[in-house]
């Protein structure tokens, strides 16, 4: 299997997306999607951005990896009864089943910037975009001090070594790194904006509520728990974790709502 896909598929996303709809929400009511709309969005998950884009009229494909997670958005998109949504499985490095320049806006918030061979992936977002169409991704940012970029700086410290070649995902959260690969893909630098914004996780209870759905159900938490406790350091593991969420908690002692920092990626296609 695709490690990529096995990442995630080994927990379920849907558990942590639970956590992010209101932002996934607010996020495309900011990008002005309007009915008529042809969306793509890339790395979908269970539909955390796709069902709001749909729900504004957009016709939308939803594009993931994981099979449980195709299935548990077109679940979700049923039912709502939203017939302009349909998720499919695919690789966000290799997008053969969709033809070029079909899309008015590609989406892929904390999506494509998992998938293997990032430059591939710039190429066919592109590809896949309409002239005048824009590409919007959100990326974590390495060594950021918020929590996604913290949790997985923290995971990675625990987990094997990366094979070699292996590029990490957070260098989607480089300006630089992005600027080359879309101007590989060849757009011109003026059409390539960056800029920080901020995603909240919530749930109706503690932090340590939400650090166990993460140590439960999100691929690369499970990875550094399966190999801390391998070496028997998983408490170490938990308690790293449990500082992370809840220094970084802005709800109180029984509400959790957690800021994260993200590199927001606009490009449009000349």
């Known amino acids: ?43 979908c998950g269970d539909g955390t951005t796709a069902l709001p ?21 077109n679940r979700r998109a049923a039912e709502a009864g939203l017939l302009n949504l349909r998720f499919q499985q695919g690789d966000a490095s290799d997008l053969c089943d969709l033809g070029d320049a079909t899309f008015d806006l590609v989406v892929s918030i904390f999506g494509a910037m998992f998938a293997p061979r990032p430059f591939d992936v710039a ?3 592109v590809r896949v975009t309409r002239p005048g169409g824009r590409i919007v991704m959100g990326n974590w940012i390495p060594d950021d001090p918020t929590l996604i970029a913290q949790v997985l700086k923290t995971s990675a410290a ?26 590989a893909a060849g757009m011109p630098s003026g059409a390539i ?17 939400l650090l ?25 593991l938990d308690a790293e974790l449990l500082s992370v969420f809840e220094t970084n908690n802005r709800g109180g ?17 000349p």
Not at 4 to 30: C, H, P, V, Y
Not at 53 to 72: E, S, W, Y
Not at 158 to 180: C, H, L, M, Q
């Open 1 to 43: 299997m695709n490690p990529n896909q096995a990442l995630w598929e080994k927990g379920d996303f849907t558990r942590i997306a639970a956590s992010m709809r209101e932002s996934g929400e607010a996020l495309i009511e900011g990008l002005g999607v309007t009915p008529g709309m042809v969306v793509l969005d890339l790395g």
């Open 53 to 73: 884009a749909a729900r504004r009229g957009a016709m939308v494909t939803g594009v993931d990896i994981a099979q449980n997670l195709v299935a548990a958005g």
């Open 123 to 125: 190429r066919e977002m």
């Open 158 to 183: 625990y987990s094997p070594p990366a094979p070699e070649g292996f590029i990490s995902p957070v260098t989607w959260g480089v300006e630089a790194k992005v600027r080359d690969r879309f101007e």
């Open 193 to 209: 904006v960056c800029e920080r914004s901020t995603y909240v996780f919530r749930i109706a209870g503690p932090p340590r509520d």
């Open 212 to 236: 166990q759905t993460f140590r439960a159900y999100y691929g690369p938490t499970m990875n550094a728990f399966d190999a801390a406790s391998s070496q028997g350091r998983a408490e170490a």
């Open 253 to 269: 002692a029984d509400r959790t709502e957690i800021p994260a920092t993200f590199l927001k990626v606009t490009v449009t296609k």
